[in-house]
Nanobody, 121 residues
């Protein structure tokens, strides 16, 4: 079992930046691919960034590719999402997820509760 706790969300003006953190417990994240999802009100949860257990592979959704950066620090059992040039459409609940290393970057087994990000125009 992996427990995930996100932090770093908040209210920011358009064009600003935020850094989200996700701390894992119960297991080392070395054995997991890690992802960040966003769910806006009334929409489905979408994968916006992912990083493989080895850190050799990353994935970004098209609209986030040049603005967001996912990284991981296995020694701290933490994954990060650096978000720059934020837009109002980036508003939503951001959740991190862990998927076993042998799975694809789109398949996850454990989820955090999420942290709210609100971008004002």
């Amino acid at each position: 079992q992996v427990q995930l706790v996100e932090s770093g969300g908040g209210l920011v003006q358009a064009g600003g930046s935020l850094r989200l953190s996700c701390v894992a417990s119960g297991s080392t994240i070395r054995d997991y691919n890690m992802g960040w999802f966003r769910q806006a009100p009334g929409t489905a949860r979408d994968l916006i960034a992912a990083i493989s257990a080895s850190s050799l592979n990353t994935y970004y959704a098209r609209s986030e590719k040049d603005r967001f950066t996912i990284s991981r620090d296995n020694a701290k059992n933490t994954v990060y999402l650096e978000m720059n040039s934020l837009k109002p459409e980036d508003t939503g609940v951001y959740s991190c997820a862990a998927g076993k290393v042998y799975k694809a970057l789109f398949e996850y087994d454990y989820w955090g509760q999420g942290t709210q990000v609100t971008v004002s125009s």
